[in-house]
């Protein structure tokens, strides 16, 4: 699957984003080693702490249906801005991802690629 497919996948599931608090919506597809992808979108709740980001939910849909290798996770939002994983969807990305796992966002009108090395240095991991 190339770069651009994984795109398309993350804009589909942008779609079912429930964004009512912060109008931010975000999706993410992720890319297993054996080709499989699982989309995700962030849901929000009105206590911030039980919302759910767009990576985490791909990532935990994957995991709970016994995969946890991956290629690359693609990820958008319905701002402007670049969709950067927050700090804790980084952490579990560190737990999953290899450090040469591909984290695509679109930026500045094209998709700028890194690696979860370059996104999380030094994780935290036992």
Known sequence: MTDNELVAKAKE???NS???YS???VGAALLSTDGQVFIGCNIENS???ATNCAERTAIFKAVSEG??????????CSGDQPAYPCGI???VMSEFFNPDTRIIV?????????TMSEILPDSFSL
């Open 18 to 20: 429930y964004s009512p």
């Open 106 to 114: 679109e930026e500045g009108g094209g998709l700028k690629t890194y």
């Open 23 to 25: 109008h931010f919506a």
């Open 89 to 91: 969807c980084r952490q």
């Open 13 to 15: 599931a942008l779609e």
């Open 47 to 49: 206590s911030f702490g």
């Open 67 to 76: 995969v946890k290798d991956f290629k690359a996770i693609a990820i958008v």
